[in-house]
């Protein structure tokens, strides 16, 4: 079994700063791409950003240059520092991998359960 647990969100003001962190475990192999994503009420998945195995990153353009996105491969782990917060931020986060587990040949994709964020004006 493979999971992905997500930890960090919550309420801050308008403003601030939230780190995300999601961590996947079970019978792992390999992980590739790690990325972002989120969705407001009554909005559609978005994806907010990628990091890759080799580390180049990707962002959406309404983040881009108020949040950072990182990995530590040997923690399985992908983080999400949010600064510069705005309330249109305000949506649950869900992380997402592509990930080869032991003795598999493909690459499947996982998801987190999800994490609240909100931001009050």
């Known amino acids: 079994q493979v999971q992905l647990v997500e930890s960090g969100g919550g309420l801050v003001q308008a403003g601030g700063s939230l780190r995300l962190s999601c961590a996947a475990s079970?019978?792992?192999?390999?992980?590739?791409?790690m990325n972002w994503y989120r969705q407001a009420p009554g909005k559609q998945r978005e994806l907010v950003a990628t990091v890759t195995s080799g580390g180049e990153t990707n962002y959406s353009d309404s983040v881009k240059g108020r949040f950072t996105i990182s990995r530590d491969n040997a923690k399985n782990t992908v983080y999400l520092q949010m600064n510069s917060l705005k309330p249109e931020d305000t949506a649950i986060y869900y992380c997402n991998a592509a990930i080869r587990r032991v003795g598999g040949t493909y690459y499947y994709n996982y998801w987190g359960q999800g994490t609240q964020v909100t931001v009050s004006s």
């Open positions: 079970g019978s792992i192999s390999s992980i590739n791409a």
